[in-house]
């Protein structure tokens, strides 16, 4: 195996594959052949190696791109990382549209087995859901989902759901409109056979404005005040049951890719993340995409330094405009909040190997493929338009995927240098960007693309990735995180609770 391993000609770094120690002559992969360069320091796997001088003031550039600037000059074998690098980027930018043309996948008529629901959704689930308006009812919530578990096991359907959250009573403003908008976009969503969404009473997030977004669900939604029953428990299991004979009418069918919405996601990302893992989840996204599916990527914060890849990709000029327009809104949401816009990466992802924001940036809309970005959403609103849309919202893991579930997403792929247990409200696959971490968190990673580094092809890798997600879909395989019983959402906060 190589000692390092370079990802575009013009780069000024190379990507250490094991740990290197001082002195040593390390063989770099090169344009002509190899070049053997000497450490002048220790370098960490997964960290940066200098294969030429790099005079301060002077971009770094990784993956093709400047992924900062340096601070000091950096000789030929130096170990370049935070000490020696700083981020190039700084307050609002103007942008230009410079369309670039994309090579796209070819469809292939792929499909899996899926459901089929009377208002034309999709789901690869046959589930019940219970989503509470406010927190105060959340245990509520929980014992009708234990109680509602254990009468109807056995019929027909995968599962009842209950997903907790704080907020529904004295938010004001955006605030409330989020927690609504998003509570909604969860009830449509296509793995849910049916929904109850049970309200206290008194709370700002009434049952009647759910109602108003929601209407009646054509059957399969159910609504639950709390205050106005005598017993709470017995009401929700009566409605409960009404939910598990509608959905118990539900059977696998042959459904099109074309249906399949894919979210896409990393988190505690490593040196290794742009090289293995958010490129094959890119790949997925580009196969998806062609067969006619969606392909959702959110964390805002994460496109900065890399949003012009993004912007240029739109397939037309309005859609340029809601790039800009997401990019800029979440950097004045830093502003607002007298933030450092580009107070990133976390410590974590320092300790991986990631320097600047602009290289995490870059690692990470490699997830998005090369498919044409075809929409920008709002947070909490349904995704509509096929091909790769962009959604509002920040980069917090928890945040993120339940932004990405509400826009339909019916799985989430989640690329991970570190590891992290978590499991949203939708199937959420754990892909390890390096085999260390899949070996040592075996109950946590569903699939290894660190073996990339050790010799499977790309090819094959995404063959295997696009068998587990078809399997996945048709309800062959579940995540470790179904399996350990982990859903989880997180609802965006910014503003004033009473």
């Known amino acids: 195996m190589s000692d390092t391993v370079i990802l575009h000609p013009d780069d000024d770094v190379a990507v250490a594959l094991r740990d ?142 209950h997903f907790a959250h704080p907020f529904g009573c004295s938010q004001l403003g955006d605030d409330l409109s989020f927690t609504k908008q998003l509570l909604a976009s969860l009830a449509e969503h296509g793995n849910a056979a049916g929904v109850l969404i049970v309200g206290l009473g008194c709370e700002n997030n009434q049952i009647a404005g759910m109602r108003e977004l929601l209407g009646d669900g054509g059957g399969r939604i159910r609504f639950l005040k709390s205050q106005e029953e005598e017993d709470e ?55 998806v995409t062609a067969e006619g599916g969606t392909a959702l990527l959110t964390e805002v914060p994460e496109m900065f330094g890399a949003e012009t890849i993004l912007m240029n990709r739109a397939e037309d000029e309005e859609v340029f405009g809601k790039v800009v327009n997401l990019i800029n809104d979440f950097k004045q949401y830093f502003i607002r909040h007298n933030q450092e816009i580009y107070e990133n990466p976390s410590p974590g992802n320092k300790a991986g190997g990631i320097t600047t924001l602009e290289e995490k940036s870059l690692g990470c809309t490699q997830k998005g493929g090369h498919a044409q970005v075809t929409d920008v959403l709002p947070y909490g609103v349904r995704a509509s338009k096929p091909g790769l849309n962009l959604i509002q919202g920040p980069g917090n893991d928890l945040v993120s995927v339940t932004a990405l579930a509400a826009a339909g997403a019916h799985i989430v792929l989640f690329t991970t240098g570190r590891g992290t247990p978590f499991g949203g409200p939708v199937p ?20 290894d693309a660190g073996r990339l580094l050790g010799g499977t092809s790309m090819a094959q890798l995404t063959d295997d990735l696009l068998a587990y997600v078809i399997g996945l879909a048709s309800g062959d395989i579940k995540t470790n995180g179904e399996n350990n019983g982990f859903r989880e959402i997180a609802i965006f906060k910014d503003g004033v609770i009473l």
Not at 134 to 155: D, P, Q, S, Y
Not at 269 to 279: E, K, L, Y
Not at 431 to 436: C, D
Request: aromatic letters at 6%; one cysteine or more; charged letters at 25%.
């Open 428 to 447: 959420t696959v754990k892909l390890s960007t390096n085999s260390e971490l899949a070996q040592k968190k075996k109950h946590w990673i569903d699939f």
């Open 20 to 161: 290197i120690a001082e002195g040593e002559a390390v063989t770099v992969p090169a344009v002509d052949g190899e070049l053997i360069v000497q450490a002048i320091a220790d370098v960490p796997r997964g960290h940066k190696l200098a294969i030429r001088p790099i005079g301060i003031g002077s971009h770094v550039r990784k993956f093709g791109y400047s992924i900062g600037v340096a601070q000091s000059d950096i000789p030929a074998g130096s170990w370049v990382h935070t000490h020696n690098v700083r981020t190039g980027l700084g307050g609002l930018l103007d942008y230009r549209y410079e369309p670039k043309e994309q090579a796209a996948a070819q469809p292939q008529g792929r499909s899996f087995l899926g459901y089929e629901r009377d208002n034309g959704e999709v789901g690869i689930r046959n589930e019940i859901w219970i989503l509470n308006t406010v927190g105060c009812i959340n245990k509520t919530c929980e014992l009708l989902a234990k109680m509602a578990t254990n009468r109807f096991a056995g019929r027909g359907i995968d599962g009842i759901f």
């Open 233 to 287: 428990l017995e009401a929700g299991m009566l409605l409960l049951e009404e939910l598990v004979a509608y959905a118990e009418r539900f059977v696998r069918k042959p459904i099109p890719l074309s249906k399949l919405k894919l979210g896409l996601k990393c988190g505690g990302s490593d040196g290794f993340s742009g090289i293995t893992a958010n490129p094959l989840v890119g790949r997925m996204a580009d196969i």
